[in-house]
């Protein structure tokens, strides 16, 4: 039989270790996303001479060899300047997915300025792709179309494959084709 004190001192231990704080930091993915994309300004805030942010999304045209890649890579070449979007979208043929016979075509915009509507929806594709990625079930597949968003220095990286449409990076990239 154990002794009062060895039970008495096994109670206190127990008492000790419990967790009495409470926690008042429930921060949700929206929380964390408005601090990299300040809401007020209308500007992603993680944007800054050193840190860049790259959008992009491989289609499906192709099946399992994928398809036309649209790439969106938002900078600041200066830390007071404005922000910046590089575009490049490359078209492949399906009839030679590797490029071996047919180089792909590379359609390019450099150094595009962003307004704040379009900085704005840049934060909701950001926000929009976290979102689903949380919500959707992984599913295994060898084929579809590809999200991803990185940061220059892979501090954010979300990857979804197969993955959906993205219609805030669509609309996004729309206005950018327009400019």
């Not at 300047?81 to 490359?90: E, P, Q, R, S, V």
């Not at 900085?119 to 689903?132: C, D, P, R």
Request: glycine letters at 6%.
């Amino acid at each position: 039989m154990r002794s009062p004190l060895t039970i008495l001192s096994f109670f206190i231990l127990l008492v000790s270790c419990a967790d009495k704080t409470n926690d008042t930091n429930t921060e949700t993915v929206q929380d964390v996303i408005k601090g990299i994309a300040n809401q007020e300004k209308g500007k992603l805030d993680l944007i800054d001479t050193y840190q860049e942010i790259l959008l992009r999304q491989i289609g499906d045209k192709c099946g399992e060899w994928g398809g036309d890649t649209e790439e969106l890579r938002i900078y600041k070449p200066e830390s007071k300047g404005k922000i910046l979007a590089d575009y490049k979208k490359t078209v492949i043929d399906c009839n030679d997915p590797y490029s071996r016979k047919n180089q792909p075509n590379i359609l390019e915009k450099k150094a595009i300025g962003l307004n704040e509507s379009e900085l704005k929806l840049a934060e909701e594709s950001i926000t929009e792709l976290i979102n689903y990625k949380l919500k959707t079930e992984q599913r295994i597949s060898h084929s579809g179309i590809g999200n991803y968003i990185i940061s220059r220095d892979s501090t954010l990286i979300i990857e979804h494959w197969p993955s959906f449409k993205w219609p805030k990076f669509r609309e996004l990239i729309k206005l950018i084709e327009q400019k």
